[in-house]
């Protein structure tokens, strides 16, 4: 009786001093899956915005992915009423602006350029001034927004912080932070 | 301390220790199977010498292999195809075993389901199956990572991005899974190691457990008798072979069961030498490019049903959907509320049942390779709810089945 209360006594505490160990393994384990510190630094992209010419579309890359940059000319900013998505029945035109990254006096459409349906990249048309995905036919207009499904929703704006005349993709500015809470991107 | 005398032979000594006439016994002349048995039930057998076809392939793609996003591509198209001497003979075994071990899985599956074999005391026989259905599709995705061309790319792409949940956006769960924000290379290292390491060893792990599952309420057969097999096998090695209804596994059962691997063995190197085209996509065939879709996705054939049923749905149904059909085959054995262990055919209405699930899969696999164009859209739309309509009329069909 004396031993194998003994016994289980060893046996507990082994069991204790194990579980510990086996938690804490765990823990490091998950940690050494994360993405390593030198993966994170590359997360961010700084774009200078006065690079860019009205009208034109520029695929850069941010953390693997396409980023569609597409300057507005005056022209689009105005047409903007013309457009009706499909999704809301409303004009674009009150959504169309909200959607644009506004640096000094010029608008842009910075977005991710992955379809919302199925992550395929949708190609540009300038005479049209929308996009097309190929995959199964979702189309959105220059500022990004969804004019025909299935995509659920517009094209995703990544995280951006405005710099002077700069835009640095990855760090989240208080323009970004307004477009997330109302809902514009997600 | 056990006594031991000096040997006489080799075997003697060798049996002393290891007691190998004992362990020969056990595993093989007296390992009894039932006669009345058909060719499908070598699919056991095709499928464990499949899996060292896999084995034996992998090993020497292996030693050639660089699991580097900017090398791999070339490692497996240019040296291992063109440099390495017969290292496309290991590439094409790779590949082709890859896709043929699904088509013998599935049929080693409706066999099982067939004939009952997942009930009475079966059902761990089936559960481990279907556990190393799951461990297998987890080896075919991982691998198929490896050659790093825009298939691979983006079927790591999707597949990864299902772990996000939909409406759920737990993009942080799918970046831990990556290692990164997009596939790159701490993915492509991961799933190099899942591929060649972790998921191989449980397989292996998984394959003891079948096995061993297989032992207290042994193989089934054609009529699902219940045999006394102390009774036969007692008949058997009293010299009444005729009226024993059981044989040994090795060599009389293994000699059956090899003429079968024979005949598979024949299909398969047809297909390795022949049509090894069919197990490797045109669309791998270009590097891996993060800033290219190519316009139509699939997976391989052998998960075209699941996607089917993903793919009509909108995203958090869909979702749903293929959650579902990935863990409910597991659940057969309790959906299946009839006693009766006989035959499809002797059971009234799970008859149906069976031809109905195995039709409409083969339709969702069709469906899945077609683009989502009208009219596979609707055609699949159905087939998926047929799925899951047939798997809720499971339990309540077989509840009022007659005893056979």
């Given at each position: 009786m004396k031993n194998s209360s003994r016994r289980g006594f060893m046996g507990k505490a082994f069991g204790g001093v194990a579980g510990v160990g086996a938690i804490a393994a765990l823990f490091a384990m998950k940690k050494s899956w994360d993405p390593l510190p030198s993966v994170k630094a590359a997360g961010f992209t700084t774009l200078d915005m006065s690079a860019y010419k009205e009208n034109e579309l520029v695929v850069e890359k941010w953390r693997g992915k396409p980023i569609f940059v597409l300057k507005q000319s005056k022209a689009m900013l105005e047409s903007e009423d013309k457009n009706m998505s499909q999704l809301t029945g409303k004009t674009t035109a009150a959504i169309d602006k909200t959607r644009l990254i506004k640096i000094g006096d010029a608008h842009y459409m910075v977005?991710?350029?992955?379809?919302?349906?199925?992550?395929c990249i949708p190609g540009y048309d300038k005479d049209e001034k929308s996009f097309l995905c190929a995959c199964h036919g979702g189309k959105y207009d220059d500022t990004g927004m969804?004019?025909?499904?299935?995509?659920?929703?517009g094209l995703d704006i990544p995280p951006f912080k405005i710099d002077g005349n700069t835009l640095v993709l990855g760090e989240e500015g208080p323009e970004y932070k307004k477009m997330k809470e109302t809902g514009i991107t997600l | 301390m056990a006594h031991f005398t000096k040997a006489t032979s080799i075997k003697d000594w060798l049996n002393q220790r290891l007691a190998i006439e004992k362990v020969e016994k056990v595993m093989a002349s007296e390992y009894w199977i039932p006669?009345?048995?058909?060719?499908?039930?070598a699919m056991g057998m095709v499928l464990v010498i499949t899996f060292v076809l896999l084995l034996v392939s992998g090993i020497f793609l292996l030693m050639y292999?660089?699991?580097?996003?900017?090398l791999a591509f070339d490692s497996v198209?240019?040296?291992?195809?063109?440099?390495?001497?017969f290292g496309w003979l290991w590439r094409h075994v790779h590949g082709v075993a890859a896709s043929v071990v699904f088509l013998i899985i599935y049929i080693h599956m409706f066999t099982a389901i067939y004939y009952g074999s997942?009930?009475?005391?079966?059902e761990m026989i089936w559960i481990s199956g279907m556990l190393l259905f799951v461990a297998f599709s987890a080896e075919a995705f991982s691998g198929y990572?490896?050659?790093?061309g825009q298939m691979s790319y983006w079927a790591g792409m999707v597949i990864t991005n299902l772990f996000s949940g939909g409406s759920l956006h737990a993009d942080g769960l799918v970046e831990w899974i990556r290692?990164?924000?997009?596939?790159?290379q701490a993915f492509l290292n991961r799933f190099f190691m899942l591929h060649v390491l972790l998921i191989p060893v449980a397989i292996m792990g998984l394959i003891g457990l079948h096995f061993g599952a297989l032992?207290?309420?042994?193989v089934n057969n054609q009529d699902g008798e219940e045999i006394d097999f102390d009774e036969e096998s007692k008949k058997y090695l009293a010299g009444d072979k005729a009226g024993s209804k059981v044989i040994r596994f090795a060599n009389d059962f293994m000699s059956k069961d090899m003429l079968v691997v024979a005949i598979y063995l024949v299909f398969f190197f047809y297909l390795v030498f022949f049509h090894y085209d069919f197990a490797m996509?045109?669309?791998?065939?270009d590097p891996a490019d993060g800033l290219k879709t190519p316009t139509h996705i699939y997976p391989e054939w052998y998960f075209l049903w699941s996607y089917e049923i993903l793919r009509p749905f909108s995203t958090n149904i869909g979702l749903m959907a293929f959650a579902f059909a990935q863990v409910i085959f597991m659940a057969l054995p309790f959906l299946d509320r009839s006693p009766n262990t006989v035959p499809?055919?002797?059971r009234g209405l799970f008859k149906y049942w069976f031809w109905a699930m195995l039709i409409d899969m083969i339709i969702l696999t069709a469906m899945g390779k077609v683009p989502p164009i009208e009219p596979f859209g609707t055609i699949g739309f159905y087939a998926a709810l047929t799925f899951i309509g047939l798997w809720i009329a499971l339990p309540i069909i077989t509840m009022f089945e007659k005893k056979a």
């Open positions: 977005t991710i350029g992955l379809c919302t349906h199925l992550g969804v004019t025909k499904s299935p995509p659920p929703r | 006669k009345n048995i058909n060719f499908l039930w292999y660089q699991p580097n996003v900017d198209n240019y040296t291992i195809m063109r440099e390495v001497d997942y009930k009475k005391g079966r990572m490896l050659p790093w290692g990164d924000y997009v596939p790159a032992r207290i309420p042994h996509d045109p669309v791998n065939f499809a055919s002797r």
